[in-house]
């Protein structure tokens, strides 16, 4: 008697199979994308994702930090190597329309939608505390360029973030909404021409 056996198949790429798993999470998102989803864009079944990457939430986490290694990760950089706070925003806007309209990749970015419309706390709390930890990185930047001057006493850090923050996820999501590129420069032209001068 000839049995088959279902699994991985012996080809099996295990980074070029979760680069597919994190441009699904990214184009539909954590809550639209299914395990049946997931089994046809990988070509596995779902016993060998769960042995692969383990639950759907666990899968989740791993493309989060590999998406933000590989595709994101843009406004750490621009922290770390720019002078100023006003310089680092202005690459982050700057750099942002690019990198949210890239072509052969989703539009947008699944650090800024990919908890949309889900009620699993822990994508939510990954995804949330991520945008929260990039809005206290910018934060601290501008605190101290306040501290030295370079920047007005009268600036508040918390609410200059959180104001670069939101036109950041803004403009990504305009990227989702098929906005095209240069109308998406243009917003960032303006919130670069909006920062605080000393």
């Known amino acids: 008697m000839v ?3 279902r699994g991985r198949p012996r080809s099996f790429d295990r980074n070029a199979a979760l680069d597919k798993a994190i441009r699904l999470f990214w184009r539909d998102g954590y809550e639209a994308t299914s395990v049946r989803d997931l089994t046809e864009e990988l070509g596995i079944g ?6 692969a990457f383990g639950d759907k939430q666990t899968l989740f986490g791993e493309a989060v930090r590999v998406y933000h290694r590989e ?6 950089e621009a922290l770390d190597e ?4 006003e310089a680092a925003v202005t690459r982050i806007f700057t750099r942002a329309p690019g990198r ?3 072509r052969g990749l989703p539009s947008g970015c699944l650090i800024a939608s990919g ?4 009620t699993d706390e822990g994508a939510r709390r990954t995804l949330c505390g991520m945008r ?7 934060a601290d930047r501008i605190r101290r360029d306040v501290t030295s001057g370079v920047l007005p006493p009268g600036t508040d850090p918390e609410a200059l973030a959180a104001h670069t923050m939101a036109v950041l996820n803004g403009i990504a999501q305009q990227a989702r909404d098929g ?3 240069r109308r998406l420069e243009q917003v960032a032209a303006l919130a670069i021409s909006a920062w605080p001068r000393a």
Do not use: C, H, Q
């Open 3 to 5: 049995t088959t056996r």
């Open 46 to 51: 779902a016993p060998s994702l769960y042995s």
């Open 71 to 76: 595709y994101g990760g843009f406004i750490e």
């Open 82 to 85: 720019e002078p100023t706070a």
């Open 100 to 102: 949210y309209t890239r």
């Open 115 to 118: 908890d949309a419309g889900t």
């Open 132 to 138: 929260k930890r990039n809005t206290a990185l910018i």
């Open 179 to 181: 906005v095209p590129r």
